[in-house]
């Protein structure tokens, strides 16, 4: 495997098996803000990546998901300005140590990259009687979040970046888009073609956090065994 | 592409990218309720499928999941009773004719898998300022849909069967496997070898709903337009 930053050895892969490639995949995707060169998505690359993110799993096969495409500069440009502010709130709340790693940190490419796409949940999708979320409604917000994943894994697989911006309010952005309020935005997607894509998470190389083994994160049987 | 079942012309793939074989797990993912075989999962496959639930973006880089495999068959029979009675709930809030559907429609595959993956979501890690969510807290909620693609998408990769049961209450789930009120569950995910992969979702080939194509999910720069 090519890429340094995976954890599983190569030598482990079938013959015959689709995981080399996957593997390939799953480990090189980054949540990119900085990379973005600005050139254009080419336009089957774009086509592909929706349709991986339209075949994600979905409770009841609802299809809870919308995708706005998102190229204005105007638009571009005052959800940025929000971000901007919705950073400084963030930054208030930190202790003078986070605020030093924090004020290097690049939290956004929404100007830079190529393409943003605003996707959303509409939970009145094959409602009432959605197989599967009777018991769970966020069942329909979960499948939005598989969609994503798909999208960026897409992404990634046509060496393209993209990153998940989440410094922003709901209700902005439902009001910029003119997005109904039935319907709840779940993430600004910014993508493009980009310079390169790092190995490291910036947030790991930035000194903010450092990500932990998969160990500690695995239980046997019941929570506290 | 072998897969009959991908909107996506194979032609299409540039040569020496990784989209290829990334695309034929994409489009080869089902939820997976009948076709378990009960063979045991080769250990290293586990392991890999997990490395690649680990792997996935995370808010802030808080990682906020936890992996519980569960095998003992009174726990899997105690949560089966329970899924039951859910589906019991569910059906008799439907109309006559989707009853008639519903009543053929297999919803889990709990006993039949060799394994089951609890997937559950700690707010706490990295908190209180966790980079990212300060505006929206389900940020967290997300980044663990997002390891869960991974796991589903892994498990494809390495030609097992993954179904994701959400006829459960949290509640309940939290008691059987003594998860602290703190941390919440998010999915019991079924998995293992399976008899054969369908190419086309349960629910479609059952009649209950048909998948529609991506068109109607696209807007551009605004919901409206």
């Known amino acids: 495997m090519s890429n340094n930053n995976s954890p599983i050895n190569s030598n482990h892969f079938l013959e015959n098996s689709l995981s080399k490639q996957f593997y390939e995949v799953i480990f090189k995707r980054r949540d990119v803000r ?11 690359s774009l086509r592909r990546i929706l ?51 924090f004020e290097k940190i690049k939290i956004e490419g929404i100007l830079e990259s190529s393409l943003s796409i605003v996707v959303t949940y509409d939970p009145t999708r ?16 979960y499948s ?3 969609a994503i994943q798909n999208l960026w894994l897409a ?8 990153g998940w911006v989440s410094f922003y309010k709901e209700q902005f952005l439902q009001n910029l888009l003119s997005i109904p309020k039935t319907i709840r935005p779940v993430a600004w997607l910014c993508l493009g073609p980009v310079t390169h894509v ?12 450092k ?15």
């Open 51 to 101: 349709e991986a993110a339209h075949a994600a799993p979905s409770v009841g096969l609802s299809q809870p998901w919308d995708f706005i495409l998102v190229t204005d500069v105007e638009t571009k440009t005052n959800f940025q300005s929000h971000v901007s502010q919705e950073r400084k709130y963030f930054a208030d709340s930190l202790t003078e140590q986070e605020s030093k790693i």
């Open 155 to 162: 992404a990634t697989a046509e060496n393209l970046g993209l």
């Open 126 to 141: 094959g409602a009432p009687n959605v197989l599967g979320r009777h018991a769970i409604a966020d069942a329909g917000l």
């Open 34 to 44: 900085s990379q973005f060169n600005g050139e254009p998505i080419p336009e089957e």
């Open 144 to 146: 939005v979040c598989l």
């Open 211 to 225: 990500r932990r083994g998969l160990e500690e994160f695995i239980h046997y049987e019941q929570w506290s065994l």
């Open 198 to 209: 790092e190995q490291t998470p910036d947030l790991e190389r930035q000194g903010w956090k």
